[in-house]
């Protein structure tokens, strides 16, 4: 632009002094005519001059892509930081949740919940025997009850609701002043676990189930049991009746 201007300047300029000349030149004044003339031919003299002279270079203009970028100013470099959201962190993977809480707790040692008399081969000679598990309880089971309730600080009325219970019952070989073995139970559930005990007492002294199976059942899960054995029959051998002399 401020090259544009002084050109235009220069081309007007003449024009406007040829006007004058060629103006005063007719116009009959004393001086005026040669002076207007003279003008005139000054002024014709420097548009030639302009006309044969040659357009000056144009100034180097700088590449806008080779000049290095300036640094931002320092309040649009707070703003983009200020604007600058804040990646949402990586989800972290859920904690494994151990299952072994939620298991349920190991059987006891064979020695602390059963009597190592009883097995396989001796079910004949103890829980198949009438009046075994009798001599067992004894007086001791009534005086563990009577302690364990009133640890429990049950109220002596609320007594008549509650029963010893064996894990592993005396009918199939469980021990029988074993602490690990002894707990306390809801009458209404120790009636019907009671029907179950002598069920499976005499599916094994029948030879139906052997004693490990029976002890198993009754340890692990004695409800699901006792559906799994409800119906099945125990088949005592019959006694030969006594027939009448003849």
Same mark, same amino acid.
């Given at each position: 632009?401020?090259?544009?201007? !002084?050109?235009?300047?220069?081309?007007?300029? !003449?024009?406007?002094?040829?006007?004058?000349?060629?103006?005063?030149? *007719?116009?009959?004044?004393?001086?005026?005519?040669?002076?207007?003339?003279?003008?005139?031919?000054?002024?014709?003299? &420097?548009?030639?001059?302009?006309? %044969? %002279?040659?357009?000056?270079?144009?100034?180097? *203009?700088?590449?806008?892509?080779?000049?290095?970028?300036? &640094?931002?100013?320092?309040?649009?470099?707070?703003?983009? #930081?200020? &604007?600058?959201?804040?990646?949402?962190?990586?989800?972290?993977?859920?904690?494994?949740?151990?299952?072994?809480?939620? #298991?349920?707790? !190991?059987?006891?040692?064979?020695?602390?919940? +059963?009597?190592?008399?009883?097995?396989?081969?001796?079910?004949?000679?103890?829980?198949?025997?009438?009046?075994? *598990?009798?001599?067992?309880?004894?007086?001791?089971?009534?005086?563990?009850?009577?302690?364990?309730?009133?640890?429990?600080?049950?109220?002596?009325?609320?007594?008549?609701?509650?029963?010893?219970?064996?894990? $592993?019952?005396? #009918?199939?070989?469980?021990?029988?002043?074993? &602490?690990?073995?002894?707990?306390?139970? !809801?009458? *209404?559930?120790?009636? +019907?676990?009671?029907?179950?005990?002598?069920?499976?007492?005499?599916?094994?002294?029948?030879?139906?189930?052997?004693?490990?199976?029976?002890?198993?059942?009754?340890?692990?899960?004695?409800?699901? #049991?006792?559906?799994?054995?409800?119906? $099945?029959?125990?088949?005592?051998? +019959?006694?030969?009746?006594? +027939?009448?002399?003849?």
């Amino acid at each position: 632009m401020r090259r544009v201007i !002084p050109a235009l300047v220069a081309l007007v300029a !003449p024009l406007i002094g040829v006007a004058a000349a060629f103006y005063f030149g *007719t116009i009959d004044v004393p001086g005026l005519r040669q002076s207007g003339m003279a003008a005139g031919t000054a002024v014709r003299d &420097a548009v030639a001059q302009l006309v %044969s %002279s040659p357009a000056p270079e144009p100034a180097d *203009t700088p590449d806008p892509a080779a000049a290095p970028e300036a &640094a931002p100013p320092a309040w649009l470099v707070a703003d983009k #930081a200020d &604007a600058a959201v804040t990646p949402p962190a990586a989800p972290q993977a859920a904690p494994a949740i151990d299952l072994s809480a939620a #298991a349920p707790a !190991p059987a006891p040692a064979a020695t602390a919940a +059963r009597n190592p008399n009883v097995h396989q081969a001796t079910v004949a000679t103890t829980v198949c025997r009438a009046g075994y *598990t009798k001599r067992l309880r004894g007086s001791f089971a009534a005086r563990y009850r009577a302690m364990l309730l009133a640890s429990a600080a049950v109220p002596k009325e609320e007594w008549q609701h509650w029963q010893l219970d064996h894990r $592993v019952p005396l #009918a199939l070989g469980g021990a029988a002043r074993d &602490a690990s073995n002894l707990s306390l139970q !809801p009458i *209404t559930q120790a009636r +019907r676990k009671d029907r179950l005990e002598v069920k499976l007492q005499c599916l094994v002294c029948t030879g139906q189930v052997p004693l490990h199976v029976a002890r198993r059942e009754v340890e692990r899960d004695w409800q699901a #049991a006792y559906h799994r054995y409800a119906k $099945v029959k125990c088949k005592r051998p +019959r006694k030969p009746r006594d +027939r009448p002399a003849t």
